[in-house]
């Protein structure tokens, strides 16, 4: 093909959507709206599945070491915990801090302080954070088995509930996204033939003076991935504007709820990618190769 | 340049069976102009959807140039088009298009050059009388002046073959009589013209002044041909075997 060829094919996919400016406005609005939609649908899921993670990491497990053990040896169990694959954060409590702790939420009975002080009944004990509670299995038997553990206490029935929200939080939120992305790519797909079917004379037309299939689809090419970009910027837009409103509003209103789970959503800047590439993707597929292909028929003259 | 040999067509329903032609035979010279003439259903628009490569027949093979078009591959179809010229009773012109682009486009579809385009759009357009009509959309033109531009469209890429469908089916009379002898001024310079129409009197008028061949259809049989006066008495002799009366129009 010449080059001017090339550029003609081109400027007149960029002419076509001035000419028929009605149906491609109404084409890109269809598709900004299923793409806002699928964003808005994955931006919720993300953010679902950050706070099931956050509940989940609040699961805390402690390691109780044996008696009358010296410094040395109370800090060599703690390296040793740290070191348990899976394992993420380990903060030491000493029996002064339990008993304090219990003194102070008894204080209007007794003073226990006074009374343990000598002899302080609680042990040693290591509070532990796990990265998945879906592993705390393995890693409970990793810390029994470490040297002057004396017990591990773990709330496995918890860990498993919150396994299973999880699956069931994410199997839900992704098959939402999964059905409007469907449901946007048939809506996507009969507007195209829509625009397609108004302009089947001007195909057959093109058909009878010689055209070949392939001069006739480029420009179709051409609006259609025109339009599917002007409509992923537009979406991203939209999207990652109003997402962003949402974060902040977020952030600067904090409530009960809202600080149990987490106290923030997903940061723009970890997700704003991920949007912005889906709909330009998403907009060059579906709105350039349904294009395309939606002339297929009108091209058998 | 064109050959009809034994040619049948028939288009089959759920429940029946219509002949548009039945065993038709026609040969066309370069640089002939011939009218193909026949009422409402006698296969002239089959004939020409067998020309333009719209359809295949049934029987028989149809040749242009010398190429059997019964035996061309799909994607050479384009190709083959691009060698004849084509006008047609709606006009069919983009409407999205200016008068220029409209012209443009057919030369565009064949690879010429924009310089060579931008050159001879013009002259195609002078040579119908429309070059101050070059920026005009097609709907701002009367019905005559789109046949024009059609006409215009038909010749700019240069093709030794125009194929005209009814081309003065939607004007007026007076109109109609220019289109005609912008056919026969085109005819002169040795383009093969073909014209497909059911305007009797109009054919009538213009053979008779320009001596033109006229191949009348009736009942998808070839039904008379000026230049071969015994096909006339072949049609009657089939006619009466089956028991039918000859009609011509």
């Given at each position: 093909m010449r080059f001017s060829s090339f550029a003609y094919l081109v400027g007149q996919g960029l002419h076509n959507m001035r000419a028929n400016r009605l149906m491609t406005f109404a084409s890109m609005g269809v598709q900004t709206v299923c793409m806002i939609l699928v964003g808005a649908a994955l931006l919720f899921s993300m953010n679902i599945d950050a706070m099931v993670d956050y509940i989940g990491e609040q699961n805390e497990s402690y390691v109780y070491l044996v008696d009358g053990l010296s410094d040395e040896q109370i800090t060599a169990a703690g390296e040793a915990i740290k070191a348990v694959p899976g394992v993420v954060e380990v903060t030491y409590i000493s029996p002064t801090d339990v008993l304090t702790e219990f003194d102070d939420m008894l204080s209007s009975y007794t003073n226990l302080t006074d009374t343990f002080?000598?002899?302080?009944p609680f042990h040693s004990m290591y509070k532990v954070v796990v990265?998945?509670?879906?592993?705390i299995d393995p890693i409970i038997e990793d810390l029994s088995m470490i040297e002057n553990v004396e017990s591990v206490s773990a709330t496995r029935e918890l860990s498993k509930l919150f396994v299973s929200v999880q699956t069931v939080v994410n199997y839900i939120s992704y098959g939402l996204v999964a059905v409007l992305a469907l449901v946007s790519i048939v809506v996507i797909n009969n507007t195209i033939r829509l625009t397609v079917f108004a302009r089947r004379k001007e195909i057959g037309i093109m058909k009878l003076v010689g055209a070949t299939n392939g001069f006739i689809r480029f420009p179709f090419f051409v609006e259609g991935v025109t339009s599917g970009l002007i409509s992923a910027a537009a979406s991203s837009g939209v999207v990652c504007g109003a997402y962003y409103a949402l974060y902040r509003f977020y952030l600067e209103n904090p409530t009960t709820l809202s600080n149990l789970l987490g106290g923030t959503l997903v940061p723009l800047e970890e997700v704003w990618y991920y949007i912005v590439l889906g709909f330009v993707a998403f907009g060059f597929v579906m709105c350039g190769i349904g294009t395309a292909t939606s002339i297929r028929k009108h091209l058998n003259v | 340049m064109i050959q009809f040999e034994h040619v049948s067509k028939v288009y089959e329903t759920q429940s029946d069976e219509n002949v548009a032609l039945e065993d038709i035979n026609i040969q066309i010279e370069e640089g002939e102009f011939v009218f193909i003439l026949g009422h409402s259903g006698a296969g002239k628009s089959t004939f020409l959807k067998l020309m333009l490569m719209e359809e295949k027949p049934t029987k028989g093979k149809v040749f242009i140039n010398g190429q059997d078009l019964t035996r061309l591959r799909r994607r050479k179809v384009p190709y083959m088009r691009r060698q004849m010229g084509v006008v047609f009773q709606d006009f069919r012109l983009i409407p999205t298009m200016t008068v220029y682009e409209n012209v443009a486009f057919a030369m565009r579809v064949t690879n010429i050059s924009s310089k060579t385009i931008k050159n001879r759009v013009p002259f195609a357009l002078s040579l119908v009388g429309l070059e101050d009509k070059m920026d005009r959309l097609p709907d701002e033109l009367s019905g005559g002046e789109q046949q024009r531009v059609a006409v215009a469209r038909a010749l700019a890429h240069g093709p030794k073959l125009i194929i005209a469908d009814?081309?003065?089916?939607?004007?007026d009379p007076e109109m109609s009589m220019d289109i005609m002898q912008l056919f026969e001024a085109i005819n002169k310079v040795h383009i093969t013209v073909v014209v497909v129409t059911h305007e009797h009197e109009l054919v009538q008028k213009l053979a008779q002044k320009y001596n033109n061949r006229v191949i009348t259809l009736a009942h998808g049989q070839v039904a008379s041909d000026t230049s071969h006066p015994e096909v006339a008495e072949m049609y009657e002799a089939r006619m009466r075997e089956m028991g039918m009366e000859p009609t011509y129009l």
């Amino acid at each position: 093909m010449r080059f001017s060829s090339f550029a003609y094919l081109v400027g007149q996919g960029l002419h076509n959507m001035r000419a028929n400016r009605l149906m491609t406005f109404a084409s890109m609005g269809v598709q900004t709206v299923c793409m806002i939609l699928v964003g808005a649908a994955l931006l919720f899921s993300m953010n679902i599945d950050a706070m099931v993670d956050y509940i989940g990491e609040q699961n805390e497990s402690y390691v109780y070491l044996v008696d009358g053990l010296s410094d040395e040896q109370i800090t060599a169990a703690g390296e040793a915990i740290k070191a348990v694959p899976g394992v993420v954060e380990v903060t030491y409590i000493s029996p002064t801090d339990v008993l304090t702790e219990f003194d102070d939420m008894l204080s209007s009975y007794t003073n226990l302080t006074d009374t343990f002080s000598s002899d302080n009944p609680f042990h040693s004990m290591y509070k532990v954070v796990v990265d998945d509670v879906a592993n705390i299995d393995p890693i409970i038997e990793d810390l029994s088995m470490i040297e002057n553990v004396e017990s591990v206490s773990a709330t496995r029935e918890l860990s498993k509930l919150f396994v299973s929200v999880q699956t069931v939080v994410n199997y839900i939120s992704y098959g939402l996204v999964a059905v409007l992305a469907l449901v946007s790519i048939v809506v996507i797909n009969n507007t195209i033939r829509l625009t397609v079917f108004a302009r089947r004379k001007e195909i057959g037309i093109m058909k009878l003076v010689g055209a070949t299939n392939g001069f006739i689809r480029f420009p179709f090419f051409v609006e259609g991935v025109t339009s599917g970009l002007i409509s992923a910027a537009a979406s991203s837009g939209v999207v990652c504007g109003a997402y962003y409103a949402l974060y902040r509003f977020y952030l600067e209103n904090p409530t009960t709820l809202s600080n149990l789970l987490g106290g923030t959503l997903v940061p723009l800047e970890e997700v704003w990618y991920y949007i912005v590439l889906g709909f330009v993707a998403f907009g060059f597929v579906m709105c350039g190769i349904g294009t395309a292909t939606s002339i297929r028929k009108h091209l058998n003259v | 340049m064109i050959q009809f040999e034994h040619v049948s067509k028939v288009y089959e329903t759920q429940s029946d069976e219509n002949v548009a032609l039945e065993d038709i035979n026609i040969q066309i010279e370069e640089g002939e102009f011939v009218f193909i003439l026949g009422h409402s259903g006698a296969g002239k628009s089959t004939f020409l959807k067998l020309m333009l490569m719209e359809e295949k027949p049934t029987k028989g093979k149809v040749f242009i140039n010398g190429q059997d078009l019964t035996r061309l591959r799909r994607r050479k179809v384009p190709y083959m088009r691009r060698q004849m010229g084509v006008v047609f009773q709606d006009f069919r012109l983009i409407p999205t298009m200016t008068v220029y682009e409209n012209v443009a486009f057919a030369m565009r579809v064949t690879n010429i050059s924009s310089k060579t385009i931008k050159n001879r759009v013009p002259f195609a357009l002078s040579l119908v009388g429309l070059e101050d009509k070059m920026d005009r959309l097609p709907d701002e033109l009367s019905g005559g002046e789109q046949q024009r531009v059609a006409v215009a469209r038909a010749l700019a890429h240069g093709p030794k073959l125009i194929i005209a469908d009814e081309p003065t089916g939607n004007i007026d009379p007076e109109m109609s009589m220019d289109i005609m002898q912008l056919f026969e001024a085109i005819n002169k310079v040795h383009i093969t013209v073909v014209v497909v129409t059911h305007e009797h009197e109009l054919v009538q008028k213009l053979a008779q002044k320009y001596n033109n061949r006229v191949i009348t259809l009736a009942h998808g049989q070839v039904a008379s041909d000026t230049s071969h006066p015994e096909v006339a008495e072949m049609y009657e002799a089939r006619m009466r075997e089956m028991g039918m009366e000859p009609t011509y129009l």
